[in-house]
């Protein structure tokens, strides 16, 4: 059996990966991690000789001996009853939380993709991402990551030359639908230098901006890439990210990596220990391609539905042939 993680608004690409790893004859339990909690049973029990973990929801349950993969889609943080009194909140996370741990490292015996530990330390520490990316001979921005606004303001005349743009280091948006809470990497012109003086209320990432002929999204399954290239340069909004393109014209199109690129991206995946991995790149105009950041759980149904790529498929394939 392969069990995903994954959330209860997860829909379209997790069908696919199931539809494909039932036909391929592997059972599949769909465990939400927004259930994980009070609406789920689970009991973990071990004596001199033998230990369980078992699991249920819904009336359908599983013990982690019957699961012989794993598929770390997404988690969603654990959350309260709205009817518990605020004051045992601290105490029911806590608990659950411990049980969530305690659940996981039950499942290191099994394959990964990917391993819940290094898909953590690797989205949470993006500068670390564009060092190992520049060890593998990828180029990459001009970057600073500050609380400092006179550092910021230094960065924006000396290096970036007033040509600049602002992210954050996290995600507000569990989505690409639009509909959550959303920060997209915006351009810095000189009226907006003046008023970084609250940078210090939230550390933000500055990197020169990239003269683009186009942006891509690469999906890496194991040394296999699937790539989509959007063109937004000349449109507003989405000159900046293509996340927030509006123009109906606008589209996906199939593109092909140059080899050697292939080559850096494989050795920069394996160094940093990822089976999967949505990867963000910029076509320079001057033909050179600038790395920018790699997802570990990053988004690829629109390429799927807009291209015909079958990388659920290939994820159902993968997944199996791992254990």
Known sequence: MILFLTHSEDHYTIDIVRKQCEALGKKVFRMNTDLFSHRARFGYS???????????????SFSVRDIEAVWYRKLWAIKPPRDLAPEYHAIYLQEYQTMRNIFFASLKHVPWMNPIATDHAISQDKFGQLQVAARHG????KSLF????DRAREFFYRECRKKMIVKLHGSLSRSMRGDTPFFPTTAIEEKDV????VLPLCPMIFQEMIPKSYELRIIYIDGMF?????????????NTDWRTATAPDIAWE??????????CLTAMMREMGLFFGALDM????????IFLEVNPQGEWGMLQRDLQYPIGETIAKKLIAGI
């Open 254 to 263: 199939p593109y092909t990596l140059p080899e050697t690129i292939c080559k």
């Open 138 to 141: 990828l180029d990459i921005p």
């Open 146 to 149: 500050t609380n400092d606004p």
């Open 46 to 60: 071990c004596d001199n000789s033998s230990k369980d973990l078992y699991w249920s929801v819904d009336n359908n």
């Open 226 to 238: 699937y790539t989509g290239k959007i063109n937004t340069s000349n449109t507003m909004p989405g």
């Open 282 to 289: 910029i076509r320079h105009q001057n033909g050179s391609y």
């Open 194 to 197: 003046e008023r970084l003086d």
